[in-house]
């Protein structure tokens, strides 16, 4: 995602839906608008499954497939062995850390935001500005966003040469703009606004009158926050904070722009592995890849139980 | 906001506060990033960076090129997703979970993976597309369309939430119209906010991609180009990024005004 350039943005919330049957009889269909009945039904919605299937299935399902086969196309766990080798495992770690540290860091104060525009008693078109702020920021991620940040905090950026003069060299205190730290700095920058966008609808849907009985029965500010509003809240900042997490994790631009490939990232690692000039082993790229996913699929299953439980109560 | 008249006044200072350092977050790095590109020319203020941009013939090249690309993602897409959520809505509500499990694969599988399996998948018979430039085209666009479509989907979805589909369809239908007329010329109009939207967004989305476009294309799309002229050229990367800013902006405002047209002032989680 995004960093991939394309931050994904917030993650469309659907209508809660029923469990699909398998194969459901093409006479389930409301008995309206007729076009035809039967199997022409189904035909509406071919392309988007032939569709799905050709260029999200499949491409999946061959990196799966790819990474229990050996170069013979024979069965063979020796590529997920190879996972556990220090480097990898570092990867998936400095991945992982770097997308739970920008996500935690950009979810406190994503909500901190939200709730200063919100409920913090600003004007009205502060909660605007700062929305559309963040739609823009969101969107913008990897390569320009690594080129203002250089600008900004590489060796000659702005703030460095400004904080300089001002007696404080950053780079001689152990700040490196390339490393973990400055990327997760920069990750920030979508990160945060990414989070008042989806944050910010929860806010808003807290009911004033659900304050007002707090208040009636006697809560204090921090009763009414600890025992109604945080509970509330509490799938919907858990379920952001996922995405947020799957939007770092995901990310590919931002890193290969800021470090030049230099930082041992998982989704790096990869990208090379698709140029074919780092490692030699083919079916440890599909491994990689399938590992990426299944930490993916982890997060949105969270994500998806979270989203379900806090959508009963934003209901408007 | 009833709020104002509430809140005391250390929570609003606290409040300000927590605005301004979000303020310089957002705001110091394109400050900086405009003030370097600006300093091309040793000693003084000058726009020789965006000149020699602009004057590039790549940089006309590449930008078309991922805006071509960009406009073909929104018709793929577009043509991919509006019969199918309206035939959802109307006649299939059954596979709706199946199309939203779809539809949010790439929370699942990273870009990076994606190209990845499109790679593999299509660089040998019976689906050679990776050999010829218009087969990685399709894969390009394709890629695309899978990145956008939570988006895409979720807007048109919601826009169809607001018109009657039901009725529309029945009334066409009883003054004899067939599918045809009715998606052209019923709901692809009634759509037109959403899908503009949309379509704003996919721009957005595209316009400065990098992961997909640097695997299939290389240097011909507008996110390889950047990324490559910045290597090189300090200055006129810097001076690129705020193009590129400009037009996230643009695209985001236009997005957002139209959304908000779409769907009734509604910041929908996920509709930005």
């Known amino acids: 995602m995004s960093g991939n350039s394309s931050v994904p943005p917030a993650i469309p919330s659907f209508s809660e839906g029923r469990a699909a049957p398998a194969q459901p009889s093409p006479e389930s269909p409301p008995h309206r608008a007729r076009p035809g009945g039967g199997l022409m039904v189904w035909i509406g919605v071919a392309p988007f499954f032939i569709f799905a299937a050709l260029f999200m299935l499949l491409p999946s399902f061959s990196l799966l497939v790819g990474s229990f086969r050996d170069t013979q196309g024979h069965f063979t766990l020796e590529n997920i062995r190879s996972l556990f080798t220090p480097s990898i495992l570092s990867a998936y770690s400095i991945s992982i850390r770097i997308s739970l540290t920008t996500a935690l860091g950009g979810g406190l104060f994503g909500f901190l935001l939200a709730y200063a525009v919100i409920l913090g008693g600003l004007p009205r078109w502060a909660r605007d500005a700062l929305l559309t702020f963040s739609g823009v920021a969101s969107n913008f991620a990897g390569v320009p966003l690594a080129f203002a940040f250089v600008a900004t905090l590489g060796r000659l950026g702005m703030v460095t040469v400004l904080l300089k003069t001002l007696g404080v060299d950053i780079y001689e205190i152990g700040f490196n703009l390339y490393s973990f730290w400055g990327l997760s700095l920069t990750y920030m920058y979508f990160q945060f606004p990414l989070m008042v966008l989806i944050i910010a609808p929860a806010l808003e849907g807290l009911k004033r009158e659900w304050r007002e009985a707090a208040e009636n029965l006697g809560a204090s500010t921090w009763d009414y926050w600890r025992m109604v509003a945080l509970p509330i809240l509490t799938p919907s900042i858990l379920g952001a904070i996922i995405l947020l997490f799957g939007n770092a994790f995901g990310a590919y631009a931002t890193a290969l722009s800021l470090t030049g490939g230099l930082i041992n990232l998982i989704t790096i690692l990869i990208g090379a592995q698709i140029m074919g000039d780092v490692l030699y082993n083919p079916g440890l790229g599909y491994a990689l890849s399938f590992g990426m996913i299944v930490i993916m699929a982890l997060n949105m299953a969270i994500y998806y139980i979270l989203r379900r439980r806090s959508e009963r109560w934003l209901r408007r | ?272």
């Not at chain 2, 509430?6 to 979000?22: D, E, F, H, K, T």
């Not at chain 2, 394109?30 to 590039?56: C, E, N």
Request: hydrophobic fraction near 55%; proline fraction near 5%.
């Open chain 2, 1 to 272: 906001m009833d709020q104002n008249q509430r809140a005391p006044l250390r929570q609003r200072l606290v409040s300000w506060l927590i605005l301004l350092l979000g303020g310089l977050y957002f705001f110091v790095p394109l400050i900086a990033t405009i003030d370097f590109s600006l300093r091309a020319r040793k000693g003084v203020l000058s726009v020789l960076a965006y000149q020699r941009v602009l004057s590039d013939p790549r940089f006309a090249s590449a930008f078309t090129f991922s805006l071509e690309m960009a406009l073909l993602t929104v018709v793929v897409g577009v043509i991919l997703v509006v019969p199918t959520a309206y035939w959802i809505r109307l006649r299939l509500p059954q596979l709706r979970p199946v199309v939203e499990f779809v539809t949010l694969m790439p929370f699942v599988v990273p870009a990076i993976v994606l190209v990845f399996g499109l790679i593999r998948v299509f660089s040998r018979p019976p689906l050679l597309l990776t050999n010829s430039f218009t087969g990685t085209q399709i894969l390009l666009v394709a890629g695309y369309v899978v990145l956008v479509l939570p988006y895409l989907y979720r807007a048109v979805d919601t826009g169809l939430q607001a018109i009657d589909i039901r009725t529309l369809t029945e009334a066409a239908q009883s003054l004899g119209a067939g599918w045809w007329v009715i998606i052209t010329q019923i709901i692809f109009p009634n759509l037109r906010s959403a899908i503009l939207s949309g379509a704003f967004l996919t721009i957005t989305i595209v316009m400065g991609e990098l992961t997909m476009a640097s695997f299939l294309v290389g240097l011909k799309a507008f996110g390889p180009y950047m990324s490559q002229v910045g290597q090189n050229r300090a200055y006129e990367g810097a001076a690129l990024a705020v193009i590129s800013f400009a037009l996230t902006w643009a695209f985001t405002m236009l997005f957002q005004f139209v959304g908000r047209r779409a769907l009734g002032g509604d910041q929908a989680f996920g509709a930005r």
